[in-house]
């Protein structure tokens, strides 16, 4: 079954520069736990990107490593294809996008800085984007990941992301499944980042996981 790629897209020069209406917000909204890491965004960052009328999804963990059930970013699909072959199935796909403060939003949050000294996080807060795949091999009762990649960049690092993105739709809708199962059955690492890493060399990325800090 051919791959279907969403129309989903994430920008580039985009920013938060709209001020809250309410700015009560900034001294009750919640701004604890800012996600330096991922894309997951606080109360108060949620309020911000509604007044610049950016729309957010609800992203729903099953990680057993977050506390948190969901995330609220903006996020969207990248493949629609589920079962790519037989029994090789897309377990989750994603891309992904926050933006950085400027303009009046910036200059507002500088203002109760003097109140809530952690509004200073904001405003230091990088823009980035990032996309997410994981992918089963799955038949009767065996249970196999072909592939687990995260990578994510830096707003300044647009034109790698979309490269690299179109890099791997094209190897993807190109592999020879099959030959990854059997490389895969054969390496016996217990070593979860040596064997995530080797992995995703096999679709010619050095790195199974790539973060950018927004912090």
């Not at 917000?25 to 604890?32: C, H, N, R, S, V």
């Not at 003097?114 to 990032?130: D, F, Q, T, W």
Request: contains cysteine; negative net charge.
């Amino acid at each position: 079954m051919p791959l279907k790629i969403s129309n989903f897209q994430v920008q580039k020069d985009l920013t938060l520069s709209n001020p809250l209406e309410d700015e009560s917000l900034l001294l009750t909204a919640d701004i604890e736990n800012v996600d330096r890491v991922g894309f997951d965004l606080t109360t108060l960052e949620q309020e911000y990107y509604k007044a610049n009328n950016l729309s957010l999804s609800e992203k729903v963990l099953h990680s057993k490593d977050s506390a948190k059930e969901s995330w609220n970013t903006i996020f969207g699909p990248w493949f629609e294809t589920r079962e790519i072959e037989e029994n090789v199935f897309i377990d989750h796909c994603g891309i992904y996008a926050t933006y950085p403060f400027s303009g009046q939003a910036k200059e507002q949050i500088k203002k109760y800085i003097s109140k809530r000294p952690e509004l200073a996080k904001l405003i230091n807060l990088k823009g980035k984007v990032g996309y997410d795949i994981c992918i089963d091999y799955i038949k009767d009762e065996e249970v196999l990941e072909l592939l687990h990649i995260e990578h994510d960049y830096g707003l300044e690092e647009y034109n790698t992301f979309l490269d690299s993105k179109h890099r791997l739709e094209i190897l993807l809708q190109n592999t020879d499944w099959k030959r990854i199962y059997e490389k895969l059955k054969k390496d016996l690492s217990t070593n979860s980042v040596e064997r995530n890493n080797y992995k995703s060399s096999l679709f010619g990325f050095k790195y199974a996981f790539k973060y950018y800090n927004r912090l």
